[in-house]
């Protein structure tokens, strides 16, 4: 059973970047794509972006495209969504996630994705 654990979550003004980890509790961690979803409140999880269990494949929703991006660090067990340029409307709980299915190719669909994080609070003010 993998856990996942977000950090970097916060409180930070329109414009702004924040960095976001995810640690994995796996020695496997680099046989898993991994994404990371956010959700709104009263809505579904979407998906924001993903990687490869090599980290040679991205994928991102058109919404994050060009601000934000995804990278890992399998030595460290860890991915990373770095956000730039943020906007009210990326105010989210962000989450983490993991895929065993589709490896080397990342996924966009939620239920792809076995194991998750509790989540981390992004809160971007205008």
């Known amino acids: 059973q993998m856990q996942l654990v977000e950090s970097g979550g916060g409180l930070v003004q329109a414009g702004g970047s924040l960095r976001l980890s995810c640690t994995a509790s796996?020695?496997?961690?680099?046989?898993?794509?991994m994404g990371w979803f956010r959700q709104f409140p009263g809505k579904e999880r979407e998906f924001v972006a993903a990687?490869?269990?090599?980290?040679?494949?991205?994928s991102y929703a058109d919404s994050v495209k060009g601000r934000f991006t995804v990278s890992r660090d399998n030595a460290k067990k860890t991915i990373y969504l770095e956000m730039n340029s943020l906007k009210p409307e990326d105010t989210a709980v962000y989450y983490c996630?993991?895929?065993?299915?589709?490896?080397?190719?990342?996924?966009?669909?939620?239920?792809?994705?076995?194991?998750w994080g509790q989540g981390t609070q992004v809160t971007v003010s205008s």
């Open positions: 796996t020695r496997t961690f680099n046989r898993y794509a």
């Open positions: 996630a993991a895929d065993p299915i589709n490896p080397i190719i990342p996924t966009t669909a939620r239920d792809s994705y076995d194991y």
């Open positions: 990687i490869s269990f090599t980290g040679g494949s991205t």
